[in-house]
């Protein structure tokens, strides 16, 4: 028998309900904190966002903590290229005074295309620069200082500067990053507390990204950090629509360079080059399909897989807020 390293016991010793959140999708802020609201008057613990209508999230997420109570927020992700560290970890700052505890924070480069396109910044090392970036974050929140000197970053965050004492601040939250490439998920596993995947193939999570997750671990001498894994998932018996809806997601995913190189190394290299039968091949592994009872099960499976945590993101098919209802009500069914 294969013997469990401590990430596994960790993960499985976990109450399932801990242990699924959801990814919120919204056109504003206002519908973002009615449904991250509706989530947890669910029950459920945990919810993850990009943003809300192109809206800044953690501003978002400060305004969304004085209006809930104990649902944990995951930055899913917030990228680093566009906000200096230090900015960032004051923004983490306000959104613990007001969450203590419930802020989680996943940060990583974002997608190179837009990182370019829209703010018109060239994203030289992302890797390199990622590590930079978590170190400093990681001394001003733990420690409430930072002097650092590296490559890309020089830092002097401390108790006395030229413009006299300064007051300290620390924060507990956690600081995960993306992953979609090997290197990436054995970066998070140096560094992080955590990684967090997008649009992965399952068997990749299970055979390549997490051996590269407890690789880096090792490497740094420390427990595997969890790996929150993104899950689309579609509350539809209707395989043809559900499939329709799950090609799309494969096509889109497939313009941009991480994915395309992601897809090739899960074994789909032709995706890339618009092969229709591989696209739908990879379009049934990205997304667990049922009703839910099916979905039930699977999600138990894969939780029992290795993996650590499961970041449900709904693929509406025929009524949106029927189907996310059906999510929510499935998702706080754990907790019994």
Same mark, same amino acid.
């Given at each position: 028998?294969?013997?469990?390293?401590?990430?596994?016991?960790?993960?499985?010793?976990?109450?399932?309900?801990?242990?699924?959140?959801?990814?919120?999708?919204?056109?504003?802020?206002? #519908?973002?904190?009615?449904?991250?609201?509706?989530?947890?008057?669910?029950?459920?613990?945990?919810?993850?966002?990009?943003?809300?209508?192109?809206?800044?999230?953690?501003?978002?997420?400060?305004?969304?903590?004085?209006?809930?109570?104990?649902?944990?927020?995951?930055?899913?992700?917030?990228?680093?290229?566009?906000?200096?560290?230090? !900015?960032?970890?004051?923004?983490?700052?306000?959104?613990?005074?007001?969450?203590?505890?419930?802020?989680?924070?996943?940060?990583?480069?974002?997608?190179?295309?837009?990182?370019?396109?829209?703010?018109?910044?060239?994203?030289?090392?992302?890797?390199?620069?990622?590590?930079?970036?978590?170190?400093?974050?990681?001394?001003?929140?733990?420690?409430?200082?930072?002097?650092?000197?590296?490559?890309?970053?020089?830092?002097?965050?401390?108790?006395?500067?030229?413009?006299?004492?300064?007051?300290?601040?620390?924060?507990?939250?956690?600081?995960?990053?993306?992953? !979609?490439?090997?290197?990436?998920?054995?970066?998070?596993?140096?560094?992080?507390?955590?990684?967090?995947?997008?649009?992965?193939?399952?068997?990749?999570?299970?055979?390549?990204?997490?051996?590269?997750?407890?690789?880096?671990?090792?490497?740094?001498?420390?427990?595997?950090?969890?790996?929150?894994?993104?899950?689309?998932?579609?509350?539809?018996?209707?395989?043809? $629509? !559900?499939?329709?809806?799950?090609?799309?997601? !494969?096509?889109?995913?497939?313009?941009?360079?991480?994915?395309?190189?992601?897809?090739? $190394?899960?074994?789909?290299? $032709?995706?890339?080059?618009?092969?229709?039968?591989?696209?739908?091949?990879?379009?049934?592994?990205?997304?667990?399909?049922?009703? #839910?009872?099916?979905?039930?099960?699977?999600?138990? #499976?894969?939780?029992?897989?290795?993996?650590?945590?499961?970041?449900?993101?709904?693929?509406?098919?025929?009524?949106?807020?029927?189907?996310?209802?059906?999510?929510?009500?499935?998702?706080?069914?754990?907790?019994?």
């Amino acid at each position: 028998m294969q013997q469990k390293d401590h990430h596994t016991i960790t993960a499985t010793a976990r109450p399932i309900a801990d242990r699924i959140g959801m990814f919120i999708e919204a056109t504003d802020s206002m #519908e973002a904190l009615t449904r991250i609201q509706e989530a947890e008057q669910a029950g459920v613990q945990q919810v993850w966002a990009q943003g809300a209508g192109n809206a800044d999230l953690l501003t978002l997420f400060a305004v969304v903590a004085t209006h809930t109570q104990r649902i944990k927020l995951g930055t899913a992700i917030v990228p680093t290229y566009p906000r200096h560290p230090l !900015v960032m970890a004051q923004q983490a700052l306000a959104v613990s005074d007001f969450a203590p505890g419930r802020l989680r924070l996943g940060i990583g480069p974002g997608n190179p295309m837009l990182i370019k396109d829209w703010y018109g910044l060239s994203q030289t090392a992302p890797l390199p620069y990622l590590k930079e970036y978590l170190s400093i974050l990681r001394g001003v929140l733990g420690q409430g200082e930072i002097s650092y000197h590296g490559l890309f970053f020089n830092v002097e965050h401390t108790s006395r500067n030229a413009y006299g004492p300064t007051t300290l601040r620390r924060a507990s939250v956690p600081l995960l990053t993306s992953a !979609v490439g090997p290197r990436a998920f054995q970066l998070a596993g140096e560094i992080a507390d955590g990684a967090i995947s997008w649009m992965c193939p399952l068997p990749y999570l299970l055979s390549t990204a997490l051996p590269a997750l407890r690789t880096g671990a090792e490497a740094s001498g420390r427990p595997t950090p969890p790996l929150i894994a993104h899950v689309r998932v579609a509350l539809c018996t209707d395989e043809s $629509k !559900v499939q329709a809806k799950a090609r799309q997601g !494969v096509q889109m995913a497939a313009r941009f360079g991480p994915y395309a190189h992601m897809f090739s $190394k899960a074994g789909f290299p $032709k995706v890339v080059d618009g092969d229709q039968e591989e696209i739908d091949t990879l379009a049934r592994t990205l997304v667990v399909r049922g009703n #839910e009872t099916t979905m039930r099960h699977r999600l138990e #499976e894969l939780l029992t897989s290795g993996l650590d945590e499961l970041m449900l993101h709904l693929v509406p098919i025929v009524d949106e807020a029927s189907e996310r209802e059906q999510l929510l009500h499935l998702i706080s069914s754990f907790k019994k």
